[in-house]
């Protein structure tokens, strides 16, 4: 693989996280407007919403077993266009069925295209031998934050969801479509991926322990426990826990956004001169403090200024989780992204009715020490994170592509 080919499917990849960024905040932004249009009552919402990440999951797991047989570049080939014609299929329904329908096909596009998404950014880190899985987070944080922002204008200006997201589908598709003719999974001369696999063959190459990978799971449930507090709850918490007025309790997601962003620009450069172990203890304990900060915040302001660190604390974690899940098992890396990406979903399934349910039955600031603690707990598991192993499957020297732009 030559230097040019992998800093073209470095880009490429990078402009895949950017486009599902994009889709998955124009999704989960107008809710409420898929709601109205469908009539789709209080009581039934959270069974469609609950529906997308299971069948995420689903699709994230059918994933593992394809890549045994096709490369996984050919599975977000063809699952990122899915995921953009099923947001278009959200906006242009009319009946029940037909968003049942669209957000089924959402959910199990996103789950394959998350999954292959992450293995071919691990497969790249591999081939360039430094840390640089963090900045294809920051893409897809990046894409959030334009899609975010293209949802306000279209809430703004009253436009139907069709309206919003036909323009969107029609620019990113094409684009999505011509950048994946670059997708590469770090290959050697001899058509093997540098962990010594033949290309394609996701379960080959070695066992895979769930009882190893169980720590990973675990710290990625954590992570997705703790942003999907940010996601569902800030809002509320501010405004009701803390007195802000409506128009303000808007702020601290935008602000976590901008944040996560942030970190995780910086984020690669910190595991390369840190190491992986310091950079997710450090991001832990900062998301930590940053929830004991919104705990016993006394105004919106103050409260603030915990939702922000909790952006730059999260931000390395999720990244981190799927880099060391490659170099845990390096013969067999896509099948471990593939099982770790389930807890994706599973902390953003739990995450949100957790903290409602304690927030209700108890108080919202005591439900937002939970999250504390479930982010501390990565602190137990950080050796996980260790450094990248000096060889890599089948014996090879690890590639000297450490200077590829």
Not at 266 to 274: E, I, K, P
Request: charged residues 10%; aromatic residues 10%.
């Amino acid at each position: 693989m030559t230097d040019a080919g992998l800093r073209h499917g470095r880009a490429s990849l990078g402009l895949s996280f950017g486009v599902q960024g994009v889709a998955f905040a124009l999704l989960v932004t107008r809710i409420p407007a898929i709601q109205d249009q469908y009539g789709i009552s209080d009581g039934l919402l959270p069974v469609f919403l609950a529906a997308v990440p299971i069948l995420a999951g689903v699709g994230s797991v059918a994933t593992e077993k394809v890549v045994a047989r096709v490369r996984p570049s050919v599975v977000l080939r063809w699952a990122q266009p899915l995921v953009l014609l099923a947001l278009l299929g959200v906006g242009a329904g009319r009946e029940m069925w037909h968003v049942a329908v669209a957000l089924g096909m959402f959910g199990l596009a996103v789950g394959a295209l998350d999954a292959s998404m992450n293995m071919l950014g691990v497969s790249l880190q591999r081939a360039y031998a430094r840390s640089i899985m963090t900045g294809f987070h920051a893409a897809y944080s990046l894409g959030g934050i334009a899609g975010a922002s293209l949802a306000w204008a279209g809430a703004r200006w009253e436009l139907s969801l069709l309206a919003s997201y036909l323009p969107v589908v029609a620019v990113l598709l094409p684009v999505a479509l011509i950048g994946s003719r670059w997708y590469t999974e770090g290959k050697g001369e001899e058509g093997k991926r540098l962990d010594g696999t033949e290309a394609g063959a996701g379960s080959a190459g070695g066992a895979l322990s769930f009882k190893l990978l169980l720590p990973l799971c675990l710290i990625m449930t954590f992570a997705y426990i703790g942003d999907s507090t940010v996601s569902n709850w800030s809002a509320k918490y501010l405004q009701d826990v803390l007195g802000s007025s409506e128009q303000l309790a808007t702020v601290p997601y935008n602000v976590y956004m901008v944040t996560t962003l942030l970190g995780r620009a910086v984020g690669d450069l910190g595991v390369r001169r840190f190491g992986a172990v310091a950079v997710v203890r450090g991001g832990s304990l900062l998301a930590a403090g940053g929830f004991a900060v919104v705990a016993v915040a006394p105004g919106a302001w103050v409260g603030m200024l915990g939702f922000t660190m909790l952006g730059f604390g999260l931000c390395v974690i999720v990244p981190q989780t799927f880099a060391a899940a490659g170099r845990m098992f390096p013969g067999n890396s896509d099948a471990a992204v593939a099982r770790l990406n389930i807890f994706n979903y599973v902390g953003f399934l739990v995450g949100s009715p957790l903290v409602g349910a304690l927030g209700d039955a108890w108080s919202y600031r005591g439900a937002m020490l939970v999250p504390m603690v479930l982010v501390l707990a990565t602190l137990v598991y950080a050796r996980a994170f260790g450094p990248e192993p000096a060889r890599y499957g089948g014996g090879h020297e690890r590639p000297r592509t450490a200077d590829v732009g």
